[in-house]
């Protein structure tokens, strides 16, 4: 009897599952597929070609895939490599506290490929994967002018506090703040335009909407009253370091493929007025997909001209990590980041980190997020490239998960106070 189990069958999306097939001819090339429905019924699927060892088995955390999407030894590659029938769609979970992805794995003991046409599975079976542990609180945030969700963990608390924000789709992303919830943060998940009642397109910064989000977080009587963490990515990353930069309220932050300054819209706060170093348009290119390169459309922040738009991160009360896909094709964010990196020594300021990751592209999300190397962006008239490679950017984010998490939890956690 064929078996194929998948474990853990309920899970959060974070964890890794262990697949493994039995019962089958010994040297047999056999397909592993993975497919899901996303929350507006777009398909995504992956598929892996094995061969079965002498006792007929197949360990995925042991056997290689020898052809498919990947190949080698990849426990998670057919969460990696779920990619859309539909062209440069993102699978981005929506609803996290009410549902589930369901996953479906199908086994199939010949050698196929997708089809409309094709036999029934020998085996298949279905996975959970969550985006907030059981007793994880969603609050809807609408206060002042702040709209968000903050996600509260299960438990009394306090908690640290963490401010989290995405880029240039803008509206409000909540999958990565519930995962944090999941691994006891209160996170806040900040919406800053094209969501609700705020501002359709992000013509300026005006910092103090984001010092009252951090106030309202730190008010809430499960969340550390001393300070917040921020994590970032893209333009929300430019956001964070100027957080960082200027506001008391931030004891650490992380940026995910960001800048060094700010770029292409005004960043107001108090007395103070930053302009944008204008967009480089003409400087876009057109693959031959049809998809947009950005990466180089930014000026040179090196440049005497622009000097009084880079971030003072030396003010920044407390650490800074830069986390940078080598193969960014979204921003140089390399670059930006040794330029920050190259300030902060300058001026003394010894906390401020750059962790890089060759092959890895713009959107590092949480680990069993599928690679996603192209996808449309409602502001935008083509698809934009992100870049990266499959494994070497899905493994990326693996090791950045676990950083982002380490990071926040040792700057924010109120220090132990001594008993003498």
Not at 321 to 332: I, S
Request: include cysteine.
């Amino acid at each position: 009897m064929i078996g194929l189990t998948a474990t853990p069958e309920i899970a959060l999306a974070d964890e890794p599952v262990r697949i493994r097939a039995w019962g089958l001819p010994p040297q047999q090339l056999i397909t592993l597929k993975a497919w899901l429905k996303d929350e507006k019924g777009k398909i995504f699927r992956s598929q892996a070609f094995y061969k079965t060892d002498t006792e007929g088995k197949v360990d995925l955390d042991r056997t290689p895939a020898i052809g498919g999407d990947f190949q080698g030894v990849c426990p998670m590659g057919l969460f990696w490599a779920l990619k859309p029938v539909t062209p440069f769609l993102r699978l981005m979970k929506r609803d996290v506290i009410g549902s589930p992805f369901h996953v479906h794995l199908e086994l199939y003991p010949n050698m196929v490929f997708f089809s409309d046409s094709e036999d029934p599975p020998a085996v298949k079976t279905v996975l959970e994967r969550w985006y907030v542990t059981p007793g994880v609180q969603r609050i809807q945030i609408r206060e002042g002018r702040v709209r968000g969700a903050l996600f509260l963990p299960p438990g009394e608390g306090p908690f640290p506090g963490v401010i989290d924000m995405f880029g240039g789709v803008g509206g409000l992303v909540e999958f990565r703040s519930g995962l944090l919830a999941s691994r006891g943060f209160a996170s806040l998940a900040l919406a800053y335009f094209a969501y609700d009642d705020l501002p359709k397109f992000l013509g300026s910064i005006d910092l103090t909407y984001f010092e009252e989000a951090a106030q309202i977080l730190l008010r809430n009587p499960k969340v550390l009253s001393d300070g917040v963490g921020v994590v970032a990515v893209c333009k929300g990353a430019e956001i964070a370091l100027a957080m960082a930069s200027y506001l008391p309220q931030v004891k650490a932050t992380i940026c995910i493929n960001g800048t060094n300054a700010i770029n292409g819209t005004v960043l107001t706060y108090k007395d103070l007025c930053v302009e944008g170093i204008p967009y480089e348009v003409e400087k876009v290119l057109v693959t031959d997909i049809g998809a947009m390169d950005i990466s180089h459309m930014m000026a040179d922040t090196r440049s005497p001209e622009y000097q009084d738009s880079i971030l003072p991160l030396e003010k920044a009360k407390g650490p800074i990590l830069f986390l940078v896909g080598e193969k960014d094709h979204n921003y140089d964010s390399l670059k930006f980041a040794k330029e920050a990196l190259a300030r902060a020594n300058k001026f003394g300021k010894s906390n401020v980190y750059v962790r890089s990751f060759p092959g890895a592209g713009h959107l590092l999300e949480p680990p069993g997020a599928p690679f996603c190397m192209v996808s449309q962006s409602p502001f935008f008239p083509l698809p934009l490239m992100w870049g990266g490679e499959l494994l070497a950017h899905c493994r990326a984010q693996d090791t950045c998960w676990s950083e982002t998490q380490d990071f926040l939890r040792t700057n924010i956690t109120r220090p132990r106070q001594s008993k003498l």
